[in-house]
């Protein structure tokens, strides 16, 4: 199992970003995918999570309206789309699979229950 994430980068504040995450080796069906991100200094945190049965979604109150997380199950790709960012925001985002079978109309957002994890992608919010 392999997920790589892309799309990362420098954007002025109030900007936008796409984040993709490739999922490979692992049919999308039945668990979860989570974006996480860790600023320097600080605790990785929950950002939103998808449940690839049903697309329930997790977002952190941080996030809400402002980010959208989102799946192409026929590229086995989990997207998380970035508005109105904020310096706040600099982080590394990583995504991650949590494989144990999801219950419709629900996704866990804790970060103990995912098992495979990309190396993360870098963004950076300048004023």
């Known amino acids: 199992v392999q997920l790589v994430e892309s799309g990362g980068g420098l954007v002025h504040d109030g900007g936008s970003l796409r984040l993709s995450c490739v999922a490979s080796g692992l049919p999308f069906e039945n668990y979860a995918v989570g974006w996480f991100r860790q600023a320097p200094g600080k605790a990785r945190e929950a950002v939103s999570c998808?449940?690839?049965?049903?697309?329930?979604?997790y977002y952190a109150d941080s996030t809400k309206g402002r980010f959208t997380i989102y799946t192409d199950k026929a590229k086995n790709t989990v997207y998380l789309q970035l508005n109105r960012l904020g310096p706040e925001d600099t982080a590394v985002y990583s995504c991650?699979?949590?494989?144990?079978?999801?219950?419709?109309?629900?996704?866990?957002?804790?970060?103990?229950?995912?098992?495979?994890w990309g190396r993360g992608t870098q963004v950076t919010v300048f004023s």
């Open positions: 991650a699979a949590d494989t144990r079978t999801v219950v419709w109309g629900s996704v866990e957002c804790s970060e103990k229950g995912y098992d495979y």
């Open positions: 998808i449940s690839t049965m049903d697309d329930t979604t």
